[in-house]
């Protein structure tokens, strides 16, 4: 219990973090190319109030699965709707991404110039680093409403994009699934690999 409770604490960051940052992307990105609807709705703002669910919060935590309050966004104010909407759907998990390179570059920084962190403080920094990672890569997910459906829904012809829509009834169970079983760890693990891959080869150019 104890474990649990310090990795709750600890991880409270990095989940906040993660969530804020990757919603306040889409709605920066979809303000940019034209579509005020997040503005309007106040979420053009950093303030976790503003994103976070208190019950995907609290999923999250308990099941390792929740959710944010999603941006509301209208294509139709965008000059290009596929291309635009394919923009502000990478948006989210680029900036988690980013997030985790700045943080890992941050402790790599401390720890070779300014002497080594706390224990405490590398735990809270590492989950910063996978929160914002996990996020990133399960976001990219080809299942509505997921980041991931809407690049596949907007690449894809017309006719095979509407009945890729009829999914989205499906897709809490598909999601299900997913954590149920093996699937996600085939996926996650041989991703993750890939973002520590390029982050060691980024973070070789300043150390």
Do not use: C
């Not at 909407?85 to 941050?106: K, Q, Y």
């Amino acid at each position: 219990m104890s474990d649990f409770l310090i990795g709750l604490v600890a991880g409270l960051p990095g989940l906040i973090i993660a969530m804020v940052i990757h919603e306040y992307a889409h709605a920066r990105m979809a303000v940019g190319l034209g579509d005020f609807t997040p503005r309007l709705m106040g979420r053009l703002t950093l303030d976790p109030r503003a994103h976070i669910d208190p019950i995907g919060l609290i999923m999250l935590f308990l099941v390792r699965f929740g959710w944010a309050k999603p941006v509301i966004i209208n294509p139709n104010n965008f000059k290009k709707p596929r291309r635009d909407d394919i923009l502000v759907s990478v948006a989210g998990p680029a900036a988690n991404l980013i997030i985790a390179f700045v943080t890992l570059f941050l402790l790599v920084l401390f720890t070779k110039y300014a002497g080594r962190p706390s224990s405490g403080a590398i735990y809270v920094l590492r989950l910063i680093i996978i929160y914002n990672i996990n996020f990133a890569i399960f976001n990219m997910i080809p299942v509505p409403p997921l980041d991931g459906s809407h690049i596949l829904r907007e690449l894809l012809p017309r006719d095979l994009a509407y009945q890729f829509d009829r999914l989205e009834r499906y897709s809490f169970l598909i999601l299900i699934v997913f954590l149920m079983t093996p699937i996600l760890d085939w996926v996650f693990v041989p991703l993750q690999r890939v973002v520590w891959d390029l982050f060691t080869a980024l973070l070789s150019i300043f150390f």
